[in-house]
């Protein structure tokens, strides 16, 4: 078993962990992966929080099972302004019968829920990538071989809690 062990433990030839461009190439993904969820998500959110979209009240008509755990649920959106309904996919998360507020997207494909559920629930994505990001200034720190990474423990610590608090939040909101 120690042998399986050594071979993890081994020094590299070339010297302990990448090199400068290894460091560069390892940041930028690093800061892709924590980005990339924020920049997906904005659709949602600026729905969510009624800056695009047509607002209106979505009510869940039916949920089919797909099986394994997973729902397709059709929808049908009715605008504020009035007008007939238009039947939209609604979350695979919603049950029958269930009306909340919503606004429908600008292709008329989808509704996303408004309000501070429908704001948390858009916000999932983005809390992960805050999370993701939170301890990106102590790898950094460490590369460089600053002295006082204390600091970037503490707020990779506070910046971590803080996007997870808000993932369970967003989830608990669906």
Known sequence: ???ILDAFNTPSPRGPGPGPAG???LVLLWLTMSAAPLYFSLGDL???LGRTGTPGTLTVDACTALGEGRYDCRATFRPDSGGDGIGVAASPDAEAGQVYPAALAPGGERAVRTGRDGVLAALILPATGLACSGFL???IG???GWRRRRIAVVFGVVVTAAGLTLVVMGFAAL
């Open 1 to 3: 078993m120690t042998e």
């Open 23 to 25: 460091k560069v190439i």
């Open 46 to 48: 600026d729905l969510a």
């Open 137 to 139: 200034p102590y790898a």
């Open 142 to 144: 460490y590369w460089r």
